[in-house]
């Protein structure tokens, strides 16, 4: 199963774009969507494929951090 993981763009350059994931800071493509610094976006296989507003990253956020506090 694969997983696309909401993140906040904090740097462009060029076709390149710096996510930050709750601390951790990952390089992504962002020739795919039009994206700015400060946007929302969900990342798939090392690539922004979507920008989302911040209700969604919010609920997004929420689903991960409950996911990640369950325990088997």
């Known amino acids: 199963m694969c ?5 906040k763009v904090v740097k462009i350059e060029g076709t390149k774009a710096t996510v930050d994931f709750n601390g951790n800071i990952v390089n992504a ?3 795919l969507v039009n994206v700015k610094v400060g ?6 296989a090392g690539c922004i494929i979507q920008t989302m507003d911040d209700e969604m990253a919010d609920e997004m956020n929420e689903l991960f951090n409950e996911i990640e ?4």
């Open 39 to 44: 946007d929302n976006v969900l990342v798939h």
């Open 29 to 31: 493509e962002a020739g």
């Open 69 to 72: 506090g369950l325990t088997i």
């Open 3 to 7: 997983v696309a993981l909401p993140g």
